[in-house]
């Protein structure tokens, strides 16, 4: 059984910074991209930044400049580096990766975490 698990999130004020963690764990063969997507209240889920398994990342133009992904691949975790917060940025960040599980023929699958809580407050 795969899991993402999700830490980090909180109450911060505008202009605090605050660091998400993401670890996969279960019987996993590989995994491919992790990304951070959000969801606000009333709000569709949108992507909030990416990264592959060979380091490349994308972000939402929204948080350019502002957040920063990693990952550390021996440890299956991602992380979501969250500075200059803003209250536009308050909602629930849910942890997102492409993962093959351990099998006879291993297959991609798509799996999510349950999401962690970031409020910023003005």
């Known amino acids: 059984q795969v899991q993402l698990v999700e830490s980090g999130g909180g109450l911060v004020q505008a202009g605090g910074s605050l660091r998400l963690s993401c670890a996969a764990s279960g019987s996993i063969f590989s995994i491919n991209a992790m990304g951070w997507y959000r969801q606000a209240p009333g709000k569709q889920r949108e992507l909030v930044a990416q990264?592959?398994?060979?380091?490349?990342?994308n972000f939402a133009d929204s948080v350019k400049g502002r957040f920063t992904i990693s990952r550390d691949n021996a440890k299956n975790t991602v992380y979501l580096q969250m500075n200059s917060l803003k209250p536009e940025d308050t909602a629930v960040y849910y942890c997102?990766?492409?993962?093959?599980?351990?099998?006879?023929?291993?297959?991609?699958?798509?799996?999510w975490g349950k999401g962690t809580l970031v409020t910023v407050s003005a």
């Open positions: 997102n990766a492409e993962i093959s599980p351990l099998g006879i023929v291993p297959t991609p699958m798509n799996y």
């Open positions: 990264i592959t398994s060979g380091g490349n990342t």
